[in-house]
């Protein structure tokens, strides 16, 4: 019997890992800033996109958020929330880590993620250097989600055509992107949202 798809391309940040934001949003209220500007402000495209391919390091990325920051409090309170919200304590979804391995028996799985130099060492420190079949970082290949290179990347080194991916991202963005590039695309809103769209393929035999 046919498998339901040949590859399994799946999203890290929002899906697999997720952040412990407390120190910066005491930080925030402590400094009478709105909630979320730090966020705001390192995701700018003009402050996180060098990051996001590999142009500058995560040190560097805190320097270009510090310089935006000091526009609304001093260098100081600035430096104190950049190095806070890169340095934030994370941990991932097991429940989504199990599914993932399940669905391995049958398929490739291949990380696809817009991420900073660090991504390698972040992985380490998660124990999941060797968990990936492949894994495609923007830092790396110089080209971020929902650019369509990127997804034909992961494509080509999971060994299947486009139109066979699963592709599993928590921003409606990247997910339309992979759609249009012939995939079947789920956004993610919770582990059950991964479960639906793996059932097809995990109630198939395994190999031997």
Avoid at 20 to 42: I, K
Avoid at 106 to 131: I, K, R, W, Y
Avoid at 200 to 208: A, R
Wanted: aromatic share 6%; with cysteine.
């Amino acid at each position: 019997m046919r498998l339901p798809f040949d590859a399994l391309l799946c999203d890290f940040d929002g899906v697999i890992r997720f952040y412990d934001t407390g120190e910066v949003a005491e930080l925030e209220r402590g400094f009478g800033v709105e909630p979320g500007t730090t966020a705001r402000t390192a995701f700018a495209p003009d402050v996180d996109g060098p990051a996001m391919v590999g142009e500058i390091t995560v040190p560097q990325w805190v320097d270009a958020m510090v310089a935006a920051l000091t526009e609304q409090m001093s260098p100081e309170q600035a430096r104190k929330l950049g190095e806070a919200f890169t340095g934030a304590p994370f941990s991932v979804e097991q429940d989504v880590l199990d599914l993932l391995r399940q669905a391995q028996a049958h398929v490739p799985v291949v990380l696809v993620s817009n991420a900073t130099l660090q991504l390698e060492e972040d992985l380490d420190a998660l124990g999941l250097t060797h968990f990936f079949d492949e894994v495609v970082s923007s830092a790396r290949v110089g080209v971020v989600k929902p650019d369509r290179r990127i997804y034909q990347i992961a494509a080509e080194r999971a060994g299947a055509d486009p139109r066979r991916c699963l592709f599993i991202d928590d921003r409606a963005e990247n997910v339309e992107a992979a759609v249009a590039l012939g995939m079947t695309g789920v956004l993610f809103r919770e582990v059950a949202d991964m479960r639906r769209a793996l059932t097809p393929l995990l109630t198939q035999p395994t190999t031997p």
